[in-house]
């Protein structure tokens, strides 16, 4: 921690230079503020202020020796030409400014060039704990879409406002004060970062938490016992955490670290299923280029037959599931000689050496490589450079008890080493813990029954599972994309219509496989339209980027190399592909500037 301005316990600073507020005497005039609780400045350099005690938000130019006022300025009330004592401020790109009036219990919105009269976005209906209501809100955060987020203080919780909606959704909280990881205690400010986490500033807890959207908990990434009474946070460049202690006089920030894992004896870098690189403004170039196989079916080193599924690691590393070949074959950067790394045979057998119709594969951080063995009925974890593979998972011949597996075409494995499985045969997802193979555990679909409903799967395929153990699954047969929360007994549609298969942007058809970028967008391997569709978490219909009816032959798996290019196994073609990727209008340049205007200037990709 590092104190940026202020000194410990001692107020004022003699670093600071004053842009408004001029007098320091506290007043009326436009030259004066009275108790400043919260400020925005723009890309422009434009400063809002909420001036608390005049009850009003003054715009104020850097330089100018005066503001002006935007929204209030009419004495404390609750008539909408009037803000209440006020702590949150958000100024959007059209320049609307956005007032979190912690008296009235509402949000407002005063639409650029609009000072004589506001708007209701949130509350406004008295103190309480419904979804029209709010409890002495704090801050606020509001995102491209006008997508509402607000520390709802006094109802421990962050609830979520949609454009043209004033009811709320709870987003992280449980509405009870408390300092469990699913709890928030007094929660005073709320901003996202470009990769969607909510960062909360957990004031009755003295931490900061991280919340992904969807998730039932949070993560703390500062806790400190320094603290006093903090009241603000933001971002600065390098992604640095700043937070305001407002009882301590001072502001402190938290330097970002990248942590970097090592394999000892070797210089390699390795990862955890990586940040899928994709740039803000993508488009893939439909003239694809073969990057492993050659078209026709074969077991030579420059061949494959029938490719299941790819995944690249952190180094540009590609693994095929070469489904037909029974085994895996590892790439290297740059070239199309694969080389077996696992199902060193090519026959199909059971023995640790062999596999029988590979699937699926993911590599962990330390390069161990997992593979869906799906007539084998099991999951071998296979230690580089070693000629045998070790049961994990399965193995006991095809059942639906929870000791055994079905055919399976989805293997993701977490940052704990616990390894999900989609189990096609018997219509759900399991999780062997680790270090456990003797049973997994049911996490999502009802066991040997196929269905329609939210807490049924029908016929899954691939899988992905976030860092906070959110499953989403290709749920083939329904024509959907479901997202399961942890802990949860059913689903929750996010891409598709169930039972509609269709080529429409808001259908699927028996979709194979679901990826993610590090921007929060979802990508979705829609088979039976030989597409790929990139959808919105929330949104109701799909954006087509690859659409290869004449290429592709029967797409499987999906993923991202490094350079953002987009890999799809082209199973009935015997090979693997690549989509060039083009950013729009981006440059390191643009993308700062996109960041600044969001004001989400937040990590860099660790």
């Not at 938000?57 to 300025?73: E, I, M, N, S």
């Not at 190399?561 to 890999?567: A, D, Q, S, T, V």
Request: proline share 4%.
């Amino acid at each position: 921690m590092i104190t940026l301005a202020g000194t410990y316990n001692t107020a004022g600073s003699t670093i600071g230079t004053n842009v408004a507020g001029i007098t320091l005497l506290g007043g009326t005039s436009p030259n004066e503020l009275k108790n400043p609780s919260a400020i925005f400045v723009t890309p422009d350099g434009i400063m809002y202020i909420v001036d608390s005690s005049n009850n009003r938000v003054q715009k104020w130019r850097y330089g100018d020796p005066l503001g002006f006022t935007v929204a209030g300025g009419r004495g404390l009330g609750s008539s909408y030409t009037q803000i209440g004592t006020s702590y949150g401020l958000y100024v959007d790109k059209q320049y609307n400014v956005w007032v979190s009036e912690y008296s009235n219990h509402r949000v407002t919105k005063w639409t650029a060039g609009n000072t004589a009269s506001g708007t209701r976005v949130a509350g406004g209906n008295g103190a309480g704990r419904a979804s029209s209501q709010l409890n002495f809100p704090r801050g606020i955060f509001v995102s491209n879409i006008s997508t509402v987020y607000i520390a709802d203080h006094n109802n421990h919780r962050i609830q979520r406002c949609l454009s043209g909606t004033t009811l709320g959704t709870t987003v992280a909280g449980t509405g009870v004060s408390g300092s469990a990881a699913t709890q928030l205690s007094s929660p005073i400010a709320v901003i996202m970062d470009q990769f969607n986490y909510l960062y909360i500033l957990d004031t009755g807890n003295n931490r900061v938490q991280r919340w992904a959207l969807g998730a039932t908990y949070g993560v703390t990434i500062i806790s400190s016992t320094s603290f006093s009474n903090p009241s603000g946070i933001c971002f600065g460049p390098p992604g640095n955490l700043i937070v305001a202690d407002t009882s301590r006089h001072r502001i402190v920030s938290f330097p970002i670290t990248c942590p970097i894992t090592t394999v000892p004896t070797t210089t390699v870098l390795l990862t955890t299923r990586p940040r899928n690189q994709v740039c803000s403004a993508p488009f893939w170039n439909s003239t694809f280029g073969v990057v492993a196989g050659s078209g026709t079916p074969g077991a030579s080193a420059n061949q494959l037959r029938n490719p299941m599924d790819i995944f690249v690691d952190g180094n540009n590393t590609m693994y095929v599931a070469d489904y037909n070949n029974n085994r895996v074959q590892k790439f290297l950067p740059g070239s199309v000689l694969g080389i077996t790394i696992a199902g060193f045979t090519l026959t199909a057998g059971s023995l640790p050496s062999q596999l029988r119709g590979p699937t699926s594969v993911f590599v962990d951080f330390t390069g161990n490589i997992y593979i869906s063995d799906s007539l084998n009925y099991r999951v071998q974890k296979w230690i580089p450079g070693q000629s045998n593979g070790t049961t994990v998972a399965g193995g006991w011949g095809i059942g639906s008890a929870l000791n055994k597996l079905g055919v399976s075409y989805g293997v993701s494995v977490d940052p704990q080493s616990n390894i999900y499985i989609s189990d096609y045969s018997h219509h759900r997802v399991v999780v062997w813990t680790a270090g456990n193979t003797t049973i997994g555990r049911l996490v999502a679909g009802v066991t040997n029954a196929a269905g329609t409903g939210a807490n049924y799967l029908y016929y899954p395929l691939g899988i992905y599972v976030d860092a906070n153990k959110t499953i989403y699954i290709a749920d083939c047969y329904n024509h959907r994309i479901q997202r399961w929360l942890w802990g949860a007994t059913s689903g929750t549609t996010v891409a598709g219509v169930t039972q509609s298969p269709g080529p429409w942007s808001y259908q699927l058809k028996y979709p194979t496989s679901v990826n993610f970028d590090q921007n929060g967008y979802m990508y979705v391997m829609d088979a039976g339209n030989n597409r790929v569709q990139r959808w919105t978490i929330g949104s109701t219909y799909g954006v087509t980027l690859v659409s290869a009816a004449s290429l592709l032959s029967n797409g499987k798996g999906i993923n991202f190399n490094m350079l953002g290019e987009l890999i799809v196994a082209d199973y009935s073609n015997h090979r693997i592909v690549k989509f060039p990727v083009t950013c729009c209008e981006y440059s390191l340049k643009n993308h700062l500037t996109q960041i600044n205007e969001q004001h989400k200037l937040t990590t860099v990709p660790c």
